[in-house]
Nanobody
């Protein structure tokens, strides 16, 4: 059984909104900081946003700050990424990730659990 499962990707026009969700196994939800990363074609995987175990401390990449909001609900074992004012450059596969610590940073190798990814496409 997969530890992390993303959903909510799709096709949206520039300026539109989309909400991604990540269903998390209980053992991860109760112990781990979590994050969203994304990877566009022919580009490296990049950090999008992170949230600590408690859900009270968050961080976001400069490119999405003010447009994307990360949150988590440990009671329901879920994490979300609300994306607004989407741009074509936001087009990528978005991955849900979890660390082994209560807080983790922006580097992908700090995260040891990964979902399969969900495609987000923003048309111009």
């Amino acid at each position: 059984q997969a530890e992390l499962v993303e959903s909510g990707g799709g096709l949206v026009q520039t300026g539109g909104s989309l909400k991604l969700s990540c269903t998390v196994s209980e053992r991860i939800s109760s112990k781990s900081a979590m994050a969203w990363f994304r990877q566009a074609p022919d580009k490296d995987r990049e950090f999008v946003a992170s949230v600590d175990l408690s859900g009270s401390v968050t961080d976001a990449a400069a490119s999405v700050k003010g447009r994307f909001t990360i949150s988590r609900n440990n009671a329901e074992n879920t994490m979300s990424l609300q994306m607004t004012s989407l741009k074509p450059e936001d087009t990528a596969i978005y991955y849900c990730a979890a660390a082994k610590t209560r807080w983790a940073g922006t580097r992908w190798h700090e995260y040891v659990f990964w979902g399969q990814g969900t495609q987000v496409t923003v048309s111009s």
